[in-house]
């Protein structure tokens, strides 16, 4: 997994600027997969799966300003 972030700030710190990447190589790996969860299969006549994967690429930009 690869996050970026750069950020610029004003020398007076009057405001800044930030620019980010989450999961830049858009990798679709799975972070969690679980059987049954803990509920009993047998009461509830059949069973429970959870997969997890990662959260697609995203960018974004915040921005600041001090008065």
């Known amino acids: 997994l690869v996050d970026l972030f750069v950020g610029w700030r ?3 710190l009057t405001w800044d ?3 980010f990447v989450k999961n830049a190589l858009d990798e679709d790996e799975i972070t969690t997969q679980d059987g049954s969860d803990g509920y009993d299969q047998e009461f509830s006549g059949g069973s429970y799966n959870e997969t997890r994967i990662l ?3 995203t960018f974004g ?3 600041r ?3």
């Open 10 to 12: 004003s020398s007076e």
């Open 17 to 19: 600027v930030n620019v």
């Open 55 to 57: 959260q697609e690429r």
């Open 61 to 63: 930009m915040m921005a």
């Open 65 to 67: 300003y001090n008065f």
